[in-house]
């Protein structure tokens, strides 16, 4: 056995490191040894059910994983969002109404997932049908905090090492602030990169599939696998092929052009999240970054609105019936959704949807000479507590462009909680954005490690 398959055998046998891995070190130790891929399913697994006491992460794990199949992502336990369709496992989305109710068949995601290797793990704790009602998962860095939402289980799951690989599904901000708050990379595609076919609508017009993982070259390799388009999802536009190789991963933009947006919202973000945020612009300029401070201030002025607008009234369609007919096992945050929802004219729909065009429009013209642009994820730590999953708004704009945006960890607040910056690119430029993030990645060289949670 060579120096490097020994080094990775020896990597396997040590249940703490291999549980901080990313998805291609582990593909690598896999390859050189076949045992530690079954060792691996099976000790995530356990490790799963110890933590699931405190963590509360999974709405239902099987009996047993095993690491079945053959593929690229051979070996790979995934966590599945629990509004995401698996035909083997309880699709609840979040809300007793749907308790137990298994599906007919996978979403295209899930399935495409089965054919490439990888073994469907578990599903993931949502908030009720992906909006403000939370569930019982706790920050995996201190269980008195919120682990965010609405992909709250696949967020924790990988922070706490179980998975190395989750799904979430983000409308406003439920992948890339989930992502900051526990510590992990956080990846929401340009929208349509990803069929959303058989994962529970929100909002049409601003539901994306995406990731958790810990390394950027993890969510680019899944990306470049799963990017693809459906005839049963309308929406759906992948993003030009590209391909990333296992061994070497991504290639990284050096010395990009960034465009540092701290948004009108700067203000009331906390002052370790500024001084962490402004300390990143300082070294990645000092490592050959050409980086301009850019104001966007119609989608300032406008982009929360025109959000909410879109997405109340998409949901009050797809909810209102359910809440008329489930009263007493809907919550208050989906009636109130859905009110606001039809309180919204038909003018004031198509205007707000009128509006998302043009700022994408605006927003691409204003940021053509760019790589990428450089803001907050969130306004600082999970907030303490559980029944808030945090604000959305730092995220919201992104999404309603549905461009790339993605959270990577850099560093802790006062509290000891993740704190993280989002990258974002251009509209199905996902492959420059995440090359941009992979630079950004090896210049600050931040690894938050697990929480003491996963280490006792």
């Not at 296992?246 to 973000?269: D, F, H, N, S, Y």
């Not at 429009?361 to 803001?375: H, I, R, Y």
Request: charged content about 20%.
């Amino acid at each position: 056995m060579s120096p490097q398959a020994s080094a990775s055998a020896a990597n396997a046998n040590n249940s703490e490191s291999i549980r901080e891995q990313g998805v291609l070190e582990l593909l690598n130790v896999f390859r050189n040894d076949k045992a530690a891929a079954e060792k691996f399913a099976a000790d995530s697994l356990i490790n799963a059910r110890v933590l699931e006491t405190t963590l509360k992460a999974f709405e239902y794990l099987p009996a047993e994983s095993h690491a079945s199949g053959h593929g690229p992502l051979s070996g790979i336990p995934v966590a599945i969002k629990d509004i995401v369709a698996t035909s083997d496992m309880p699709t609840t989305n979040g809300s007793p109404i749907y308790t137990g109710r298994v599906p007919d068949a996978d979403a295209w995601v899930v399935r495409r997932l089965r054919d490439l290797g990888a073994t469907i793990f578990g599903k993931t704790v949502s908030t009720e049908f992906a909006w403000r009602h939370p569930g019982p998962t706790v920050n995996p860095w201190n269980v008195k905090h919120t682990p965010g939402g609405s992909s709250s289980g696949s967020a924790a799951s990988v922070a706490a090492g179980i998975v190395p690989l989750a799904l979430g599904t983000q409308t406003l901000g439920s992948i890339v602030r989930p992502a900051a708050f526990n510590g992990v990379v956080g990846f929401k595609p340009s929208f349509g990169a990803i069929p959303r076919t058989g994962v529970h609508p929100l909002s049409p017009s601003l539901d994306h599939v995406g990731f958790f993982v810990r390394r950027i070259d993890d969510v680019a390799y899944a990306l470049s696998l799963l990017a693809a388009a459906s005839d049963a999802d309308s929406h759906g536009k992948p993003v030009p092929p590209f391909n990333v190789p296992p061994e070497t991963g991504l290639q990284p933009i050096k010395a990009p052009r960034i465009c540092v947006a701290r948004m009108a919202l700067w203000a009331r973000a906390e002052p370790e999240q500024q001084k962490l945020f402004n300390e990143a612009v300082a070294k990645l300029k000092s490592a050959g970054a050409a980086t301009e401070d850019v104001t966007f201030a119609d989608l300032d002025r406008h982009g929360w609105d025109t959000c909410v607008t879109i997405l109340s009234s998409e949901a009050a369609v797809i909810y209102s019936d359910l809440v008329e007919r489930h009263p007493d096992r809907t919550s208050e945050h989906l009636k109130t959704l859905v009110k606001t929802g039809k309180s919204h004219t038909a003018y004031d729909y198509l205007v707000a949807k009128h509006r998302q065009n043009t700022l994408r429009s605006s927003f691409e013209a204003q940021t053509s000479a760019f790589d990428a642009v450089l803001t907050l994820p969130a306004f600082g730590e999970a907030p303490e507590g559980l029944a808030y999953t945090g604000d959305a708004e730092y995220c919201a704009p992104w999404t309603l462009l549905g461009i790339p945006a993605i959270s990577i960890p850099a560093g802790f607040g006062k509290k000891g909680l993740p704190l993280g910056i989002q990258i974002v690119g251009q509209y199905r430029e996902d492959h420059r954005a995440l090359g941009v993030a992979k630079w950004i990645e090896s210049v600050l060289k931040f690894k938050p490690g697990l929480p003491a949670i996963a280490t006792r």
